[in-house]
């Protein structure tokens, strides 16, 4: 017989017992994440306690990632496999929904009621809460916390260090900066923190209701320089986006772009954008200036003398997972290199972590630009990525064996990749190790530099300081 409980009081556990000798093993595995039980137990019953928290890439403590996880449990040789054990009777609440069917648990994020989230929408339409001095991020829609509001964030608060920061968060297995405040979307905290911060700082379209108020101004930082269309350029005419892309537009009061070039697709993609445009380079990037890459190596466990591979592609309209293109651990194999495997934040949720040897998923790890600062070489293919990792001078790749099917129907190029790429462009994994084995750092020489210089120009490791000084100086956050 096996029973299932959850913790006392603040102890986020799940907490079986069983008859009979004690499990080799108990875990709990998940798609991003996975915990071991404690086990205790040496004759006639056994107890596994399972955390429901974890500390990812060395960071705190903190719920796990919304999602499904089996419960595995490794029997001791020759025991027989417990049964499943009954739910209990009410639902684990402690910062999080968590739900046990059988082998299966469930955990969600808590937003309240649908009375309350209800409730909340209503006043923050009302628009009747003061504003107060509070800047609301959000990052990639809240799956974590990273990009240019992350640059941002940091530079405010050595500028207004007393300045109240929250952070939109999907679940609270995000980290968040410190001292700031997390507030899970679609909560009645959400619905609060966007309604009565003064600046709303965000690098993707603003989601659910939104209701411009005196006052408060919205700076859209964007995510990357664009490679592939967006927008109003993507392929097919379709009027429900075309009106989507106008509305969203108009909601900002400021767009930043890495640089000219970008600033000019933005203006025209966002249905000719009437508003300043910022060419301030991105602060995503200042770490690549100023950063220290063998911190990061430390977080990930990589020596300092290790080759490191970061293979970034993007997403795909017709997909939900991340691409399969590449055979990870033969890469690793094949060049001797650590491979980091990043998968676009729109694959975080779906999908499942890829293992093996030498291969470490980072797909979860909070900030991009710390795995550029890491890697000694990256593989892309359509990534706005690359216009950020180019500023460090190291070499890129492009695995591209879908190049014809992009670039003619899936989404299209602002320009021709193959006439400027700063480095090799393979169709084949066998071409791409050939190349990464090579040294093509003469023959794309020029190519890089060009690219550097229409595309990096404001990437000086400033550009969170020159942002900062202009939100503060044009009164985006009121006197």
Known sequence: MTTASWGDGADAVLILRGDGPRPARVELVGARARTAARLT???????ATIPLTASRWGGAVLPLPSGRYDVRVSPADGATPPAAPEAPEAPHRNGMHAELDGWTLTIAPLRGSDEERAAAERAYVSGRAPLEDAVFFESFYGRNASCNPLAIDRELVRRRPGMTRYWSVVDLSVAIPEGAVAVVEGSPE?????????LLVVND?????????????????WHGTPLKRLALHRPGFDP??????????????????Q???????????????RRPIWVEGYPRNDVLRTGDAADVRGRLGIAADESVILYAPTWRDDREQMVDF??????????????????????LIPGRDAEGARVIDVTGFPDTAQLLL???ALVTDYSSVVFDFTVTGKPVYFLVPDLEHYRGHLRGFYFDLTARAPGPIVRTQEMLTSALLADTSAEYAQRYADWQRVFNGRDDGEAAERVVA???????LGD
């Open 190 to 198: 959400w619905w609060r923190a966007r309604a009565v911060s003064r």
């Open 470 to 476: 202009r939100i503060l100086d044009q009164g985006l």
């Open 326 to 347: 590449l055979d990870a651990q033969r890469l690793a194999d094949d060049t001797g290199a650590v491979v980091l495997v990043r998968g676009h934040s729109r694959t």
């Open 41 to 47: 137990g040496r004759g006639k019953t056994w107890s």
């Open 259 to 273: 640089n000219p070039y970008a600033a000019g697709v933005l203006r025209k993609a966002y249905a000719f954008f």
């Open 240 to 257: 429900r986006r075309m009106l989507a892309v106008v509305r969203e537009s108009r909601r900002w009061d400021v767009l930043l772009a």
């Open 374 to 376: 890491a890697a000694d």
């Open 205 to 221: 379209w603003l989601r659910r209701r939104y209701v411009r108020r005196p006052g408060q101004h919205v700076l859209q930082t």
